[in-house]
Nanobody
Framework: QVQLVESGGGLVQAGGSLSLSCAAS????????LNWYRQAPGKLRELVAV???????NYADFVKGRFTISRSAAKNTVNLQMNSLKPEDTATYYC??????????WGQGTQVTVSS
């Protein structure tokens, strides 16, 4: 069972930045795909950013140019750098990983609140 633990959430003013991290129990580079999702109150969970085992990245249109997903070998984490934050970015952010057997795992989530 893969364990994913997110950290780095908090309260920030609009226009500010936050950096989220997700630590995995296995090698972060062994997963097929690593994703960041978010879910705001009363809304469906939505995909924010993706990084594949080969390092390709993809972003939802609403974060393109503002968020960056990356992996850290030294810390064995997948990270989400969030810049130019907007109040509508307020949500619980979840790390998600798909392993080589296509089994997915979720973290417990970390809250991001952006004040206007």
């Amino acid at each position: 069972q893969v364990q994913l633990v997110e950290s780095g959430g908090g309260l920030v003013q609009a226009g500010g930045s936050l950096s989220l991290s997700c630590a995995a129990s296995g090698s972060i580079f062994a997963f097929n795909v690593l994703n960041w999702y978010r879910q705001a109150p009363g809304k469906l969970r939505e995909l924010v950013a993706v990084i594949t085992r080969g390092g390709s990245t993809n972003y939802a249109d609403f974060v393109k140019g503002r968020f960056t997903i990356s992996r850290s070998a030294a810390k064995n984490t997948v990270n989400l750098q969030m810049n130019s934050l907007k109040p509508e970015d307020t949500a619980t952010y979840y790390c998600n990983a798909e392993d080589i057997f296509r089994k997915t795992s979720w973290g417990q989530g970390t809250q991001v609140t952006v004040s206007s």
